[in-house]
């Protein structure tokens, strides 16, 4: 098993959709991310959960909605995306809330395509 | 939020050279991680420096924290082929527990 598996690694949906990103680790760890990584700009974190307690919403539209069940799951669902969504969504988690270099461990991300 | 500023934002060499990649802000920042992400992969952690004027070597890889906390280089030495890949510098800004903004990141490509 790896630490951060994510799926689909793949996935292209119309701007009507309704999809769902899955996030899972077996690390044992408290908090997890969700960040978007485009073209040309540096990764932007986009959510933050700890003890599957949402702790950081940055700013991001409602057309992203996080799930968090439980410490090891973590799911991005979405619905009427816009093309400029196109990007690699990567999950994180780390043993705490990162603070002092907490390493963060990455998923291999899914590769969204909204067309 | 500040900005990490990574430079050179490319970076294309042959086998056995040697390379610098710079990592700058105006903020100071409570530590510094450099990662390495493959094609196809997620960034994978390669060292946390958390001192000023701290200096980590990692086999061919050297990598300093400067002295005010607000950037950060790394060296590698006789670069590799499997040294390619995209290098992610990330600070967290003091005060900010929890947020770690990544840096606009240096891909590099080594060639036979």
């Known amino acids: 098993e790896t630490g951060v598996t994510q799926t689909p690694r793949h996935l292209v949906m119309g701007m009507t959709n309704k999809k769902s990103l899955k996030c899972e680790q077996h690390?044992?760890?408290?908090?997890m991310y969700w960040y978007k990584q485009s073209a040309k700009k540096p990764l932007e974190l986009m959510f933050v959960?700890?003890?599957?307690?949402?702790?950081e919403n940055n700013s991001v539209p409602s057309r992203f909605s996080p799930e968090c069940p439980n410490s090891s799951h973590l799911f991005l669902h979405l619905h009427t995306l816009q093309p400029e969504d196109s990007a690699l969504y990567l999950c994180?988690?780390?043993?705490?809330?990162?603070?002092?270099?907490?390493?963060?461990?990455f998923g291999q991300g899914t590769r969204l395509t909204v067309v | 939020t500040q900005l990490l500023e990574q430079s050179p934002q490319f970076l294309s060499i042959q086998e056995g050279e040697n390379l610098t990649v710079y990592c700058n802000s105006s903020?100071?920042?409570?530590?510094l991680q450099w990662y390495r992400q493959e094609p196809g992969e997620g960034p994978v952690l390669l060292v946390t420096?958390?001192?000023?004027?701290e200096v980590k070597k990692l086999k061919r890889l050297t990598f300093q924290f400067g002295d005010a906390r607000k950037d950060s280089s790394l060296h590698i030495t006789a670069a590799q082929p499997g040294d390619t890949g995209l290098y992610l510098c990330?600070?967290?800004?003091?005060?900010?527990?929890?947020?770690?903004?990544f840096g606009t990141g240096t891909r590099l490509q080594v060639t036979l």
């Open positions: 994180a988690s780390s043993q705490t809330l990162y603070r002092d270099g907490t390493e963060a461990f």
């Open positions: 690390l044992g760890h408290n908090a």
């Open positions: 959960y700890n003890f599957k307690e949402q702790t």
């Open positions: 903020s100071v920042f409570s530590s």
């Open positions: 420096v958390v001192t000023g004027g």
């Open positions: 990330a600070g967290e800004e003091t005060g900010t527990a929890s947020k770690l903004t």
